[in-house]
């Protein structure tokens, strides 16, 4: 693709990049900013080699988990890369400096008691900001699975946040 | 109705982890900046003008002679005739891929180029060693820009003409290309040392099997 392009791939994706690094870095700000620079250098100097057949989305999005495995192998080696969605979701380290409301943390802790799969979902949607076709891609999946699956995973997450 | 609220509750929840504006601003800056440097039609200018270049000095005779006959040889007063077309062919490829190509002919060239001087006996084939390497230099470093199956695929053949090149030169060049390869980043270089060890093992295997043949050959029939 032309890198006169670039600019306008990087409105489109970058939000997106930088939560996706953020939560999984802890909410540790000066490193999300950093990788995501490294990681659009990257795609940047690759775009005109951009297969696209690909879409946009899944490339960027395994190029951003890759810079990170690539990050975490380095600094924390005893981490499961294999696992790397789920890292430091599971720890509320951003929440915590995040500072976030009681019934936003209630909210986080309904989701880790979700199925994997399911609190997978719920935070690339709503938390990261893809759209159901983005994350359809990166999972080889049908969009309308996934909203099938979403709509059910709203009903618990609700169900979930009825109990005291 | 109830799903609305979780859905902005959960929006909300994401908004905590907003890049800051001003970041995102300096970074969309520096790619502007650099796509703006990057405009094909600079591109185009460029693959113009060498081309302009190329076809002016092949449609003079001299030019088509310089660069396509094989008695232009380093020696040949002709022969920095052929290094300024190669040079601007150098220049009018604009694609990574274009780029190794265009260093992989060149390279091929050299290793004819040294079968001829062998040949003929030159007293230059150590020049043309040293020529030979600077191409290779080229077409490693064109490699870098290359994905991993191209950069895989182009090593091969750059260690595929090496190999029929020391087929055609004295001993002393190896030593160089073996310096040359300890001076490449680690996973390259790691790729060209099994390649020429493979290469070697090859080798000794060859002679083994022509020694067995010979020393069958000798062996007094019953």
């Not at chain 1, 006169?4 to 970058?14: A, I, N, T």
């Not at chain 1, 975490?72 to 499961?80: F, Y």
């Not at chain 2, 007293?123 to 077409?139: D, H, Y």
Request: proline letters at 4%.
């Amino acid at each position: 693709m032309d890198q006169r392009d670039f600019p306008q791939f990087y409105r489109k994706y970058v939000q997106r990049i930088y939560k996706f690094l953020y939560y999984r870095l802890g909410g540790n700000t000066s490193l999300a900013q950093d990788l995501t620079q490294d990681v659009f250098l990257k795609a940047f100097q690759a775009f005109d080699r951009y297969d696209e057949k690909i879409s946009e989305s899944s490339w960027v999005y395994t190029i951003a988990r890759n810079h990170l495995i690539n990050h975490l192998a380095k600094t924390k080696p005893q981490v499961d890369l294999e696992e790397i969605e789920n890292t430091n979701w599971d720890h509320d380290d951003w929440a915590t400096r995040a500072e976030i409301r009681y019934d936003e943390k209630r909210l986080l802790e309904a989701i880790s008691q979700l199925p994997k799969q399911d609190a997978m979902l719920v935070r690339r949607k709503y938390l990261e900001g893809w759209s159901y076709e983005d994350i359809a891609e990166m999972e080889g999946r049908s969009s309308g699975a996934l909203r099938v699956q979403a709509h059910r995973v709203l009903k618990q997450l609700r169900i979930a946040l009825k109990q005291p | 109705m109830f799903d609305w609220f979780l859905k902005r509750k959960l929006k909300r929840l994401g908004r905590h982890a907003e890049p800051d504006p001003a970041f995102l601003r300096a970074l969309e800056r520096q790619f502007v900046m650099h796509a703006k440097t990057s405009r094909p039609s600079s591109v185009a200018w460029k693959y113009a003008v060498a081309s302009l270049v190329g076809v002016a000095f092949l449609a003079s005779g001299t030019g088509a002679y310089a660069y396509s006959s094989d008695s232009v040889l380093p020696e040949h007063p002709l022969y920095p005739i052929r290094e300024s077309i190669e040079r601007v062919e150098e220049s009018a490829a604009v694609t990574p891929r274009l780029k190794a190509t265009v260093q992989l002919r060149h390279l091929a060239r050299r290793v004819h180029e040294q079968k001829l001087l062998r040949q003929k006996r030159s007293s230059v084939q150590e020049q043309q060693a040293a020529r030979f390497l600077q191409t290779m230099e080229r077409a490693i470093q064109a490699g870098e820009t290359l994905s991993p199956v191209a950069q895989e695929r182009l090593d091969r053949t750059i260690i595929r003409l090496e190999e029929r090149f020391a087929e055609s030169t004295s001993t002393t060049l190896p030593e160089r290309i073996q310096t040359r390869i300890q001076m490449l980043p680690e996973p390259r270089r790691m790729i060209y040392k099994n390649l020429l060890e493979r290469r070697l093992e090859h080798r000794l295997e060859q002679m083994e099997e022509n020694r067995t043949d010979l020393s069958e050959g000798e062996r007094p029939t019953s």
